[in-house]
């Protein structure tokens, strides 16, 4: 087994935990008293689940040194922890005060998980990949509790989102 192989498979096994918790938080809610921006929010971890497979798919060629290694588990550890704030062991009485509450930690995490994914960019390639709208959208999530404002953010890191899968297909 190579280098890469290995870290692949602990990078599948952990992504296919975190997407199985997003998906069984999906599956118990009750979308008459789930509030929607909780349920916008695991919709776009799934996403950014599956699109860091496939970006990390893509680096299979390079050999990973100590640094990088110890960025990507940065990377995974922040990912884990904003999945396992967002996704709770047991369905909570009410969904909208649940994500009110664990909002800061949630934001944080997500915030560490794009800082410490510019820090691996930088390292595997040596070029700052500019994750301006991610990191801006998180913020204002983060800073804000307007609802209006949560939605924007929401919406906003969304469209990054979107954008960033069509340009990584015409690539």
Known sequence: MTQFEFILTLFSILIALMVGRVINTLSSLSFA????????????????????YWVFWEARND???????????????CVIYAVSVLTP???????????WRVRARFFSAYLAFWASDALFDYLLDGTVKPAIAPIASLLLGALSRD???QWAALLLFLLVQVVFIVLLLMS
């Open 63 to 77: 050999v990973m040194t100590f640094a990088e290694y110890l960025a990507f588990l940065t990377t995974a550890g």
């Open 89 to 99: 062991a047991s369905t909570p009485r009410d969904w909208s005060a649940y994500f």
């Open 147 to 149: 609802n209006r404002a």
């Open 33 to 52: 008293t789930a509030d929607r921006k909780h349920i916008g929010w695991l919709f776009a971890l799934l996403l950014n689940l599956m699109v860091a």
